[in-house]
């Protein structure tokens, strides 16, 4: 079974800096392109960084030059740097991944759990 994972989110200052991380696990062959969102108490859900399966990347304008998406395909992993924190920033952060896996070898959409980012002022 497919899951995907996220880790590194918490309580940090403003101007801070902290890196969550997305981890696929079970039998995965790929991943293709993936994808950090985040949403806040009483708003929609909100792009913040992409980066496709070639390693173009894409930001929120919210966002750019403090944030930086990257990946480890050897270790299915996702990662996002997160630096300058604002209290704004405060939100749940998902994960979410187009991977193919066995058996099927289908390229599926996959959501993480979700993980806690709270930015004290």
């Known amino acids: 079974q497919v899951q995907l994972v996220e880790s590194g989110g918490g309580l940090v200052q403003a101007g801070g800096s902290l890196r969550l991380s997305c981890t696929a696990s079970g039998s995965i062959i790929s991943i293709s392109d993936a994808d950090w969102y985040r949403q806040a108490p009483g708003k929609k859900r909100e792009l913040v960084a992409a980066i496709t399966s070639g390693g173009s990347t894409n930001y929120a304008d919210s966002v750019k030059g403090r944030f930086a998406i990257s990946r480890d395909n050897a270790k299915n992993t996702v990662y996002l740097q997160m630096n300058s924190l604002k209290p704004e920033d405060t939100a749940v952060y998902y994960c979410?991944?187009?991977?193919?896996?066995?058996?099927?070898?289908?390229?599926?959409?996959?959501w993480g759990q979700g993980t806690q980012v709270t930015v004290s002022s």
């Open positions: 979410h991944a187009d991977l193919s896996s066995l058996p099927n070898r289908r390229l599926s959409s996959y």
